[in-house]
């Protein structure tokens, strides 16, 4: 996968938002409980809100960006549609598919290496079993994978 240049601007923004709204509710509360509870939340959402616009992202994320406001993850990865949406930005080079493209029973390689069998979607992720140790993982539908022969 290659990140364009604009992919991390978003990512960078994003991020960026993030981490401030960490300090100005460090600033608010001079508390770092709960981190990325109630009151994070919704200094987040302060933040992001005006960045909601097509100078700042591509049209057709503003309404992905807006629903995961409303809620924020601790990191935008965690959010399925989140990075479904980004992604779309990547520039794949055709070796790499993403989980969910797979059929089950597939067997498939990650970048470190090991090989897992696609099993069957639990909540938002895939039961994976581990082709050299039988034990069960449940991956990202969105994790990089490359298509093994059975």
């Not at 709960?34 to 049209?59: A, I, R």
């Not at 989140?82 to 989980?99: F, I, P, Q, S, V």
Request: charged letters at 25%; glycine letters at 2%.
């Amino acid at each position: 996968m290659v990140i364009t240049a604009r992919q991390k601007k978003i990512y960078t923004l994003i991020t960026f938002t993030h981490e401030v709204a960490h300090l100005t509710t460090f600033l608010k509360t001079n508390s770092l409980k709960d981190p990325h509870g109630k009151l994070w939340k919704n200094e987040f959402k302060q933040l992001m809100t005006p960045l909601l616009t097509s100078s700042v992202f591509p049209e057709d994320l503003i309404d992905t960006v807006k629903k995961y406001i409303h809620n924020p993850a601790a990191t935008s990865c965690s959010d399925v549609d989140m990075l479904r949406a980004l992604k779309k930005y990547d520039k794949h080079n055709g070796e790499w598919l993403h989980l969910e493209d797979l059929d089950i029973n597939t067997k498939f390689r990650i970048k470190t290496g090991r090989v897992f069998f696609k099993k069957n979607l639990v909540r938002k992720n895939f039961l994976c079993i581990d082709a050299k140790t039988r034990n069960k993982y449940t991956l990202n539908p969105l994790i990089e994978v490359q298509p093994m022969e059975a």
